[in-house]
């Protein structure tokens, strides 16, 4: 009887089991992050949860390498093959949304009042994507480089100007222990450029292109300031503060063996920082005019134009903005939780922590690349460049160039929807 | 006189082979560097390039870029499904354009000088140019199997596979090739009454062998290589062939140990097949230039 007790009880299970399985409406999901072992972590255990949450929807997870899964979207929007929830870059969202890919999503915007701007992605006056983090970029030293330069310690109500960094820059060159003062990164290409480097146009004055309009880049990426920017930028590699062209192997270590002075590095390599030397420190970007900036806007969940379940794929996107999974991501991966109060659940992030100046940093100084589905086009357009003007190009004549590209890009696509 | 003779038949064999060396070292040095890297840990390697240590399994050596690696993608799948799809493909296009080079070269039919004259034309296309149709075309194709008639062909082993099959180039290699054959051994077999078949199977097939050899590891280099097409029709885990999970181990911060150890790893297929077909790959290339 004991027996006969166990085995029906165990077919009711199993009967009730399969029927909340069955129920459940399968959701595909696209991620950026194969062989990123701390965010699958991560994003596993939030898709369990999700799944074990409820009974009407099922996420299923496909994941990507980063460096692939641009091309992998595009092809799959190309085959009609895209899967319900994706992840995007967020400067590329607007181009994604704009081309058919994306639809927005179905959110209470209450629930991310409290995020930073840099994770929200709206285009059309739409909210498209959201992003569970946001990264920073800072300018990396020692404590005891500061203090044997003789050197002010920059804050974000008083930062460096354009004066007193390039005084920095030549108190480290002076001094002959470095290598270069400044490691700006140069081995790395792509997206860092103007990532990184866009917000110091920015701060000259300068931009990509004209944010009032998005319709030209005429004035803006060739106006005075950005001359100006464009000939300071071209003195850091021909008076020897910068080196034009890096070795991978520099960036990544060049700083911990002590080449450089300075780095000018995202908050993904600060725990390295920090573990090379214990009086690292994180300053914020010098403020050459216009005040101090810095890029912002990471990898954002969205919702495929092709989703048949947009409600529960931002059901999905909704339960995944708890603080707790804020944390866990900031805590696995060292960027910065979109909130608040989930900085204050890490030990990186909250008040007094190893990395909490770079939350500072972003509510202080962050400013989103363009808003526009040219982005695409101007990103490598102004890395392009940027690398020539590194490299001894005429300045003007550079930007010029670069403005007339843009334009012509922006024209031939009938203004992007601007 | 005699002695003098020897002596420089000796100084010029010594010069040779120093020579040869020397070339031989500059095509190691990148694999020595390449499977010494793997064994060091990240920071050693980094410090290691400045100098001939970088050549050299010294320091801290140990097999945990190795086990890393294995942590970090499925190492294993992609070079399974790399050596599938390659394996298939370089079998199915030696038999499909071998028939199709003997029907060029052998049978008379009309026209064929024009069709072969366009499939040579087909060289000068690159793939890129075409993989966006064929990517469309791809994702409507139907296909009959377990699952009965399904449409589409993502996500598969035969989307990697079949367009691939038939290439101009070793339709072009193989028609070079039975072009140098003796014509009288075909009239023969003709006469003694053998047909295109048998004739394509125990006469010409036989003789092919550094042909065969050559077509095969051109093609294995091509299909092992394939990084566009795959990112392009693949978005399964399950099928990602080993270029595409390369990129797995291109984090923002690079283990470099680690993208060491996965290329000695995925490099260990491509060296056994051109060990195993070495012999004939080299007679190929040394008729070819007795010939020139």
């Known amino acids: 009887m004991k027996h006969f007790t166990l085995a029906a009880g165990a077919l009711l299970a199993s009967v009730a089991f399969t029927t909340v399985a069955q129920a459940q409406t399968t959701l595909s999901m696209w991620y950026h992050g194969a062989g990123n072992e701390g965010e699958a972590k991560v994003l596993n255990q939030i898709i369990t949860d999700f799944n074990a949450s409820q009974a009407d929807w099922k996420v299923e997870l496909q994941s990507f390498p980063q460096a692939a899964y641009n091309d992998s979207v595009t092809a799959g929007a190309l085959a009609g093959n895209l899967p319900d929830i994706l992840d995007v870059d967020g400067p590329i969202m607007p181009n994604w949304a704009w081309a058919g890919y994306m639809q927005p999503l179905q959110i209470d915007e209450a629930k991310i009042a409290g995020f930073l701007p840099g994770p929200k992605g709206y285009w059309g006056g739409k909210l498209y994507s959201i992003g569970l983090w946001d990264a920073a970029v800072a300018l990396v030293t020692r404590q005891s480089i500061l203090d044997e330069l003789k050197l002010r310690t920059p804050t974000l109500d008083q930062p460096w100007t354009g004066e007193e960094f390039m005084a920095a820059l030549d108190a480290a060159k002076a001094s002959g222990k470095y290598e270069f003062p400044l490691d700006l990164g140069m081995a790395w290409t792509g997206e860092w450029y103007p990532y990184a480097f866009s917000p110091l146009l920015q701060s000259f004055g300068g931009d990509i292109v004209d944010r009032t309009t998005y319709k030209t880049a005429e004035g803006t990426l060739n106006g005075e300031a950005a001359v100006k920017f464009g000939d300071w930028w071209q003195g850091l590699f021909k008076n020897g503060y910068a080196q034009a062209t890096q070795d991978p192997a520099d960036r990544d270590g060049g700083f911990a063996a002590g080449k450089y002075a300075f780095s000018w590095n995202g908050n993904w390599a600060a725990l390295g920082a920090l573990a090379a030397f214990d009086d690292t420190v994180f300053l914020p970007a010098p403020d050459f005019g216009a005040g101090a900036k810095i890029g912002a806007a990471s990898w954002q969940f969205g919702i495929s134009a092709k989703s048949a379940h947009p409600d529960g794929a931002s059901k999905f996107i909704e339960f995944a903005l708890q603080d707790k999974y804020l944390a866990d991501f900031a805590n696995t991966t060292g960027l910065i939780p979109a909130t608040k109060t989930a900085a204050a659940m890490t030990e990186n992030y909250k008040d007094g922590g190893p990395l909490a100046v770079f939350y500072g940093m972003t509510e202080a100084n962050a400013l989103v690349r363009p808003v526009s589905p040219g982005y695409v086009v101007q990103a490598k357009v102004f890395e392009k460049a940027l690398a020539d003007i590194a490299n001894g190009a005429a300045v003007a004549d550079t930007l010029d160039a670069a403005v007339d590209e843009i334009n012509a890009d922006i024209e031939k696509n009938g203004g992007y929807g601007h | ?292």
Request: charged fraction near 10%.
């Open chain 2, 1 to 292: 006189m005699a002695q003098i003779s020897a002596d420089n038949h000796g100084l010029r064999l010594y010069t040779r082979y120093a020579v040869l060396v020397l070339i031989a070292v500059i095509f190691i040095f990148p694999l020595v560097f390449m499977v010494v890297s793997s064994l060091k840990p990240d920071q050693q390697l980094l410090a290691d390039t400045a100098s001939l240590r970088a050549f050299l399994p010294v320091g801290d050596i140990s097999l945990n870029n190795y086990t890393a690696a294995f942590q970090r993608a499925p190492v294993g799948l992609f070079i399974m499904n790399s050596v599938i799809v390659t394996g298939v493909t370089v079998v199915l296009s030696l038999l499909a354009c071998s028939a199709a080079a003997f029907a060029f070269v052998f049978v008379n039919w009309k026209g064929r000088e024009l069709v072969l004259s366009l499939i040579l034309a087909t060289l000068i296309v690159p793939f890129e140019t075409i993989a966006i149709p064929l990517l469309l075309i791809s994702s409507q194709l139907p296909w009959i199997g377990l699952d009965g008639l399904t449409s589409g062909w993502l996500n598969t082993y035969r989307v990697q596979i079949i367009p691939f099959i038939a290439d101009g180039l070793t339709i072009f290699l193989f028609v070079q090739y039975f072009k140098d054959l003796p014509g009288e051994l075909i009239e023969a077999a003709r006469v003694e009454g053998a047909s295109w078949g048998q004739i394509y199977r125990r006469i010409v097939m036989p003789l092919a062998g550094p042909v065969l050899a050559t077509a095969a590891i051109l093609k294995f280099l091509v299909m092992y290589n394939q990084y566009l097409w795959p990112l392009m029709v693949v978005q399964d885990e399950a099928y990602r062939p080993v270029m595409v999970g390369l990129q797995y181990f291109f984090q923002l911060n690079i283990a470099w140990g680690e993208v060491m150890a996965y290329l000695s790893l995925i490099t260990v297929p491509v060296l056994a097949f051109y060990l195993y077909l070495q012999k004939a790959f080299i007679a190929s290339i040394a008729s070819t230039g007795v010939k020139g």
